[in-house]
């Protein structure tokens, strides 16, 4: 298995909503991240995880919160979002010796309402 | 927020001719670096990489080059078809930190005409 699964695939929530997106990898990567992507824009860091720890957050509003149960999954709990906050949510992962093997999932492409 | 009109850099070539997109990179200590193809509604997808003690790779219709004294990254595609129209990213890091997460660059859209 060489993919990285996220679901869903499309999200609708109200601002005062909680929903969670969910990553799955079974490559053996220990290194698992965070992007979100807005129209027309590169990918932009949120989180990594590495052996199920987090390592970076840069800097991301508390109103997304990542969680890491083990080494396939990861989720991404969303809660009191804003319009702004829509765009694609990119789920990735890598190797952890070497900085290679990046692979993104789909996406899940969110809208707030 | 987005600038109301703010377009990707694009790329426009006929099937058939090679395309070239370039990249330029900002941290001198990035010592690997990754070229990604990204469909409308679909992820990112690995297309090929390099490290920095080379200056040159080559895979299947595709090469990268690297000249790390002017920090640019460029991305070669050979006989370039109608199914390679995407938007392309350069993607940079720094492996021997414990960061081990990607920079993506702007992006180029590449567009084949028939």
């Known amino acids: 298995d060489t993919e990285v699964t996220q679901t869903p695939k499309h999200l609708v929530m109200g601002m005062t909503n909680k929903k969670s997106l969910k990553c799955e990898q079974h490559m053996g990567h220990r290194a698992m991240y965070w992007y979100k992507q807005k129209a027309k824009k590169p990918p932009e860091l949120m989180f990594v995880?590495?052996?199920?720890?987090?390592?970076i957050n840069e800097s991301v509003p508390s109103r997304f919160s990542p969680e890491c149960p083990n080494s396939s999954l990861l989720n991404l709990h969303l809660h009191a979002l804003q319009p702004e906050d829509s765009a694609l949510y990119l789920c990735a992962s890598s190797q952890d010796a070497t900085a290679g093997g990046y692979t993104f999932g789909s996406g899940t492409r969110l809208t707030v309402v | 927020g987005e600038s109301v009109g703010l377009h990707l850099p694009t790329l426009s070539v006929q099937e058939g001719d090679n395309s070239i997109i370039n990249c330029a990179y900002s941290n001198s200590a990035s010592d690997y670096f990754i070229w990604y193809k990204q469909e409308s509604g679909k992820g990112p997808q690995f297309i090929i990489d390099i490290r920095s003690n080379m200056d040159k790779r080559q895979g299947q219709r595709v090469t990268v080059l690297l000249n790390k004294t002017v920090k640019h990254l460029s991305l070669q595609i050979a006989a370039t078809q109608p199914g390679d129209s995407a938007v392309y990213f350069c993607?940079?890091?720094?492996?021997?930190?414990?960061?081990?997460?990607?920079?993506f660059g702007s992006g180029t859209r590449l567009q084949v005409q028939p």
């Open positions: 995880y590495s052996y199920e720890k987090l390592s």
């Open positions: 993607a940079e890091t720094v492996s021997d930190t414990g960061r081990r997460a990607l920079t």
